[in-house]
């Protein structure tokens, strides 16, 4: 008989332990699923083999046997690895990783074959040409691909500089050597285009997708087919980094410096991260891409950590679209009170009129921003977030963007009784609706999460304005991501102050990437591009630098903020909110659990708080939140101070308040 410690899955900080069954089967090893019987009552539970022995160091009294093993899924060596390492890492439960690595949805009972890829066309596409600076990046990462070391290269490429032609080249050379490769993408909304590539350059057979989009049977039989080792690339979102290969010897992050590949939900893990674990176990290369790096690994590049390729061309020699910059405070004074600047609004006629494309970018969904009354100054907020809720016109209801919550458009404010209640602000749907009012004559779509929510929708937009059957697209970050079409020949920004005035550290850094990257969407053909920037803070720093295009003179500025107020990637950040519906007892924790790390850390933590999160209730549930930073240098002895807090805190079963921890958030909220 050999002895196996398994994780049960069970969703409870009491039950996250190793737990020694006997096992009488001889095949039974690391990463099985197996089904074992729990608890006082033997109940059945899934489990996941994390050791197998031959022997005991000492009995295990009332030792409880396996029932049986999943012939279908288990996970191999390097994930249950991983998955211990996520949870020294993120501060989450063993099952928390291992739900990373197991297929969603069962097996099809009727055997039917549920392939995302079956109403797939496209047409076979032979390797391009590189130019000088794509040769040579190229042959750095088959260099490094040769040595089997494990390394991470950072491409730092202007827009439309042929990153992916990079990118399907090394992924040749890595499956032509027997070994597989993940090929990532910030957005789901990028995947059709990036399919479509990697089909015409690897046909069907080959390729696999992963994302949350496809339907529960399709990611488990696309897993199945993964895990068998009949696809060796791999392409998806964020979770794709999880795929179930067994010898990848590359992984890429497209659009590295996307906020999306952090994960806000438990476990909250980095996919870079994981992707470098991953790696690191294989001796393979991670390869992040983007033209706008993060300030966190722009800084590692230069620091010796990661490797730095950079090209400074585009493909197709083509110079980067002139950009200006309009300042609204300017068009106000000239009686222009509409969200379009006489310069934008010449500027589109003069594009329509040649047969170009027109890109519209707003990073603010719904028609406006935010609901009041102009009599009392009451506005919406949401019943159980307490944030502003937005005003959506086609639906005539205010919708809180944070948990969907809707409720009718007021008529009478509640507080005062006025009907002086109105709609402010600007969103994607009153752009749209302004664009066919001034013109009339040409098509407008409009891309942001409002129009993608149906399944299909993504593909149709994009391939509208692809044949050209769309003029004027309008959008949020949705349309400043990857997306690569020739005919665009101008980009308008209607307002880059919206990011800019978020209460995040990070404002300035997302405000120049989106800024940088909706101006690369123009002149991706083989004619010039033209990008306005309407803003009100003409003078910002990141609002110059995006406009140069000058990633430099904004990196060394922002860096330079980062070390005064010791940032990241100065420290690290934590992010600890107690939550609970006992709003006394919240408060009192939170102020027990701020002693408590205190007294281990003494004052080399800085440590922020208690006080309110920003949204404080939710849905009966009152957050407090606090922020701490630990040096680099010190994330070990400051993660082990939250797990003994919370061993302190909250392992008492009678304890009604939780512990949520984010290390490095990319959101406050």
């Given at each position: 008989?050999?002895?196996?410690?398994?994780?049960i899955d069970?969703?409870?900080?009491h039950?996250?332990?190793?737990?020694?069954?006997?096992c009488?089967?001889d095949?039974?090893k690391?990463?099985?699923?197996?089904?074992v019987?729990?608890?006082?009552?033997?109940k059945?539970?899934e489990?996941?083999?994390?050791?197998?022995?031959?022997?005991?160091?000492e009995p295990?009294?009332?030792?409880?046997?396996?029932l049986?093993?999943?012939?279908?899924?288990?996970?191999?060596?390097?994930?249950?690895?991983?998955c211990?390492?996520?949870?020294?890492?993120?501060?989450?439960k063993?099952?928390?990783g291992?739900?990373?690595?197991?297929?969603?949805?069962?097996?099809?009972?009727?055997?039917?074959?549920?392939?995302p890829?079956?109403?797939?066309d496209?047409?076979?596409?032979?390797?391009?040409?590189?130019?000088?600076?794509?040769?040579?990046?190229?042959?750095?990462?088959c260099?490094?691909?040769?040595?089997g070391?494990?390394?991470?290269?950072?491409?730092?490429?202007?827009?439309?500089?042929?990153?992916?032609?990079?990118?399907l080249q090394?992924?040749?050379?890595?499956?032509?050597?027997?070994?597989?490769?993940?090929?990532m993408?910030?957005?789901?909304?990028?995947t059709p285009?990036t399919?479509?590539?990697?089909?015409?350059?690897?046909?069907?057979?080959?390729?696999?997708?992963?994302?949350?989009?496809?339907?529960?049977?399709?990611?488990?039989?696309?897993?199945?087919?993964?895990r068998r080792?009949e696809?060796s690339?791999?392409?998806?979102?964020?979770?794709?980094?999880?795929?179930p290969?067994?010898?990848p010897?590359?992984?890429?992050?497209?659009?590295?410096?996307?906020?999306s590949y952090?994960?806000?939900?438990?476990?909250?893990?980095?996919a870079?991260e994981?992707?470098?674990?991953?790696m690191?176990?294989?001796k393979?290369?991670v390869?992040?891409?983007?033209?706008?790096?993060?300030?966190i690994?722009?800084?590692?590049?230069?620091?010796?950590?990661f490797?730095?390729?950079?090209?400074?061309?585009?493909?197709?020699?083509?110079?980067?679209?002139?950009?200006?910059?309009?300042?609204?405070?300017?068009?106000?004074?000239q009686?222009n009170?509409?969200m379009?600047?006489?310069e934008?609004v010449?500027?589109?006629?003069?594009?329509?009129?040649?047969g170009?494309?027109?890109?519209?970018f707003?990073?603010?969904?719904?028609?406006?921003?935010?609901?009041?009354?102009?009599?009392?100054?009451?506005?919406?907020?949401c019943p159980?977030?307490?944030?502003?809720?937005?005003?959506?016109?086609?639906?005539?209801?205010?919708?809180?963007?944070?948990?969907?919550?809707?409720q009718?458009?007021?008529?009478?404010?509640?507080?005062?009784?006025?009907?002086?209640?109105?709609?402010?602000?600007?969103?994607?749907?009153?752009?749209?609706?302004t664009v066919?009012?001034f013109?009339g004559?040409?098509?407008?779509a409009?891309?942001?999460?409002?129009?993608?929510?149906?399944?299909g929708?993504?593909?149709?937009?994009?391939?509208d304005?692809?044949?050209?059957?769309?003029?004027?697209?309008?959008?949020?970050?949705?349309?400043?991501?990857?997306?690569?079409?020739?005919?665009v020949?101008?980009?308008?920004?209607?307002?880059?102050?919206v990011?800019?005035?978020?209460?995040?550290f990070?404002?300035?850094?997302?405000?120049?990437?989106?800024?940088?990257?909706?101006?690369?969407r123009?002149g991706?053909?083989?004619?010039?591009?033209?990008?306005?920037?309407?803003?009100?803070?003409?003078?910002?720093?990141?609002?110059?630098?995006a406009s140069?295009?000058d990633?430099?003179?904004?990196?060394?500025?922002?860096?330079?903020?980062?070390?005064?107020?010791?940032?990241p990637?100065?420290?690290?950040?934590?992010?600890l909110?107690?939550a609970?519906?006992?709003e006394?007892?919240?408060?009192?924790?939170?102020?027990?659990?701020?002693?408590?790390?205190?007294?281990q850390?003494?004052?080399?933590?800085?440590?922020?708080?208690?006080?309110?999160a920003?949204?404080?209730?939710?849905?009966?549930?009152?957050?407090?939140q606090?922020?701490?930073?630990?040096p680099?240098?010190?994330?070990?002895?400051?993660s082990?101070?939250?797990?003994?807090a919370?061993?302190?805190?909250?392992?008492?079963?009678?304890?009604?308040c939780?512990?949520h921890?984010?290390?490095?958030?990319f959101?406050?909220?």
């Open positions: 008989m050999k002895y196996v410690d398994v994780v069970n969703n409870s900080d039950t996250d332990e190793l737990y020694t069954y006997g009488d089967f095949e039974v690391v990463g099985d699923k197996v089904y019987p729990f608890a006082k009552g033997n059945r539970r489990a996941y083999v994390f050791t197998v022995r031959e022997q005991l160091e295990v009294r009332g030792l409880k046997k396996i049986e093993i999943d012939p279908e899924v288990s996970l191999t060596e390097e994930a249950v690895d991983t211990r390492w996520m949870k020294r890492r993120y501060l989450c063993y099952i928390d291992v739900k990373c690595f197991t297929p969603a949805g069962t097996s099809s009972k009727r055997g039917k074959k549920r392939d890829l079956a109403e797939k496209y047409v076979p596409d032979a390797p391009k040409a590189l130019n000088p600076e794509q040769k040579a990046a190229l042959e750095q990462i260099k490094r691909l040769k040595e070391e494990h390394r991470i290269l950072l491409i730092q490429g202007v827009t439309g500089s042929g990153k992916t032609e990079i990118y090394a992924i040749e050379e890595v499956v032509n050597s027997g070994r597989q490769a993940i090929m993408v910030p957005e789901i909304s990028l285009q399919i479509q590539r990697f089909l015409s350059r690897f046909g069907k057979e080959r390729t696999a997708i992963l994302h949350s989009k496809l339907s529960l049977g399709q990611r488990y039989d696309e897993w199945m087919r993964i080792g696809a690339i791999v392409i998806g979102a964020r979770s794709a980094v999880f795929a290969l067994e010898n010897g590359i992984i890429i992050l497209d659009e590295e410096h996307e906020t952090k994960s806000d939900k438990t476990p909250k893990y980095d870079l994981v992707a470098a674990k991953r690191g176990h294989h393979g290369l390869i992040l891409g983007s033209a706008t790096p993060s300030v690994n722009a800084y590692r590049s230069r620091s010796g950590l490797d730095l390729i950079r090209l400074e061309k585009r493909y197709n020699e083509v110079p980067l679209p002139s950009v200006s910059i309009v300042d609204m405070r300017e068009e106000l004074k009686g009170h509409t379009f600047s006489v934008l010449n500027a589109m006629e003069d594009t329509l009129a040649k170009r494309q027109v890109i519209l707003l990073n603010r969904r719904g028609y406006s921003t935010f609901v009041s009354c102009r009599n009392c100054g009451y506005t919406v907020t159980d977030c307490g944030i502003t809720m937005t005003y959506h016109k086609h639906e005539n209801a205010c919708v809180c963007h944070f948990c969907g919550k809707k009718p458009q007021l008529r009478t404010c509640p507080e005062c009784g006025s009907t002086y209640i109105r709609h402010f602000g600007t969103g994607t749907e009153q752009v749209e609706e066919r009012q013109f004559n040409a098509t407008v409009r891309l942001d999460l409002d129009t993608v929510r149906t399944k929708s993504i593909d149709k937009i994009l391939k304005f692809q044949k050209g059957k769309t003029q004027i697209l309008v959008g949020t970050q949705l349309v400043a991501k990857g997306l690569d079409f020739a005919n020949g101008l980009v308008g920004i209607i307002s880059a102050d990011t800019l005035n978020i209460p995040d990070r404002s300035a850094e997302r405000t120049f990437q989106l800024v940088t990257q909706a101006a690369g123009a991706r053909g083989d004619e010039t591009g033209r990008v306005i920037i309407q803003t009100y803070s003409p003078d910002n720093y990141a609002v110059i630098a140069h295009q990633y430099e003179e904004f990196y060394e500025q922002e860096l330079l903020l980062r070390r005064q107020l010791s940032y990637p100065f420290c690290d950040l934590y992010q909110v107690v609970g519906e006992n006394a007892e919240v408060h009192r924790i939170s102020q027990a659990l701020k002693d408590s790390l205190r007294a850390l003494g004052d080399q933590a800085s440590i922020l708080g208690p006080g309110p920003p949204m404080y209730l939710v849905n009966g549930t009152y957050r407090m606090i922020l701490m930073k630990a680099n240098g010190k994330r070990q002895e400051f082990q101070a939250v797990v003994n919370r061993r302190q805190l909250f392992m008492d079963k009678k304890q009604d939780l512990l921890t984010d290390i490095n958030p959101s406050f909220i």
